[in-house]
């Protein structure tokens, strides 16, 4: 039987071009040790409000404000199968200048300097993701992902495609 999780993740970047990024606990059941942005699940009334849930998940994992973050637009929307479970996942990106006023156990923050960020151990999806927003930037419309394999091969791959309205063409 297929599930379905949604999920809802911010890229955080500050004035000295660093991303902010959990090393993520070796107690986490998901992902134990590995480098990831801060976000997290949504919760049922948020499923029409994935930026809600964003603005929560940076509230939980770092203390921060929503008022306290500059533009924080979506610009990704990813889609992969992970054994039964279809996870749809929402990246925003924002800026703000604040440090984290508070300690989770769900890992350790640290701001990492953009051209030091791909050097991390850092999940396969988010990777290509990372890769793709480093090489077109932030765009006025946003991108939809889906994973999978290269035709013909076995080869994992991210299928990228602006997410445009067709009537507005």
Same mark, same amino acid.
């Given at each position: 039987?297929?599930?379905?999780?949604?999920?809802?993740?911010?890229?955080? $970047?500050?004035? %000295?071009?660093?991303?902010?990024?959990?090393?993520?606990?070796?107690?986490r059941?998901?992902?134990? /040790?590995?480098?990831?942005?801060?976000?997290?699940?949504?919760?049922p @009334?948020?499923?029409?409000? =994935?930026?809600?849930?964003?603005?929560?998940?940076?509230?939980?994992?770092?203390?921060?404000?929503? @008022?306290?973050?500059?533009? *924080?637009?979506?610009?990704?929307?990813?889609?992969?199968?992970? /054994?039964?479970?279809?996870? %749809? %996942?929402?990246?925003?990106?924002g800026?703000? #200048?604040?440090?984290?006023?508070?300690?989770?156990?769900?890992?350790d923050?640290? $701001?990492i300097?953009?051209?030091?960020?791909? @050097?991390?151990?850092?999940?396969?999806?988010?990777?290509? *993701?990372?890769?793709?927003?480093?090489? +077109?930037?932030?765009? =006025?419309? =946003? $991108?939809?992902?889906?994973?999978?394999?290269?035709?013909?091969?076995?080869?994992?791959? +991210?299928? $990228?495609? =602006? *997410?445009? #309205?067709?009537?507005? *063409?």
């Amino acid at each position: 039987m297929i599930t379905f999780r949604m999920l809802s993740t911010a890229l955080l $970047w500050n004035s %000295q071009n660093e991303l902010l990024m959990m090393k993520r606990s070796l107690t986490r059941t998901l992902s134990p /040790g590995v480098w990831a942005a801060v976000g997290g699940h949504l919760e049922p @009334d948020e499923l029409n409000n =994935p930026r809600a849930a964003c603005l929560r998940e940076i509230y939980e994992e770092t203390g921060i404000e929503h @008022d306290e973050i500059e533009g *924080l637009q979506l610009q990704y929307v990813l889609l992969r199968l992970n /054994g039964q479970e279809v996870r %749809q %996942q929402f990246f925003y990106i924002g800026k703000m #200048d604040v440090n984290p006023r508070i300690v989770t156990n769900e890992g350790d923050l640290h $701001w990492i300097p953009k051209e030091q960020v791909l @050097d991390r151990p850092i999940p396969y999806i988010f990777r290509c *993701l990372l890769e793709h927003y480093f090489q +077109v930037g932030l765009t =006025p419309h =946003p $991108w939809i992902g889906s994973a999978g394999v290269i035709a013909g091969t076995e080869e994992p791959t +991210v299928h $990228w495609n =602006p *997410l445009i #309205d067709p009537k507005q *063409l």
